[in-house]
């Protein structure tokens, strides 16, 4: 069983940066992919950006060049860098992990945090 908790969310207008962080427990698990999806109110949950064990980065293509994720493997924890937020990215964030365990495969999400952007 893989546990994620989320941190970094809050308030912030428009313009500004935030660091959203993911722990994933126990610290020793292996995991092949962490990502960051998000949840707009009255929206489907969607894709912002996945990172490999590797280092191999995905994103929204609306995101681009204003979100970065990265990672750490040795403490498993992701980061989600986001920059020149704007009113829109408005959202849950939701944390995943991705692993294959006794040949199984196995997704995990984390509770959320909210991040709101406004002025």
């Known amino acids: 069983q893989?546990?994620?908790?989320?941190?970094?969310?809050?308030?912030?207008?428009p313009g500004a940066s935030l660091r959203l962080s993911c722990a994933a427990s126990p610290s020793s698990v292996s995991i092949n992919v962490m990502?960051?999806?998000?949840q707009a109110p009255g929206?489907?949950?969607?894709?912002?950006?996945g990172i490999t064990s590797s280092g191999t980065t995905n994103y929204a293509d609306s995101l681009k060049g204003r979100f970065t994720i990265s990672r750490d493997n040795a403490k498993n924890l992701v980061y989600l860098q986001?920059?020149?937020l704007k009113v829109e990215d408005t959202a849950v964030y939701y944390c995943t992990?991705?692993?294959?365990?006794?040949?199984?495969?196995?997704?995990?999400?984390?509770?959320?945090?909210?991040?709101?952007?406004?002025?």
């Not at 893989?2 to 207008?13: D, I, M, P, R, T």
């Not at 990502?35 to 998000?38: E, F, L, P, S, T």
């Not at 929206?43 to 950006?49: D, F, T, Y």
């Open 82 to 84: 986001m920059n020149s």
């Open 35 to 38: 990502g960051w999806y998000r």
């Open 43 to 49: 929206k489907h949950r969607e894709l912002v950006a």
């Open 2 to 13: 893989v546990q994620l908790v989320e941190s970094g969310g809050g308030l912030v207008q």
């Open 97 to 119: 992990a991705d692993r294959v365990y006794k040949s199984e495969y196995q997704h995990y999400w984390g509770q959320g945090t909210q991040v709101t952007v406004s002025s």
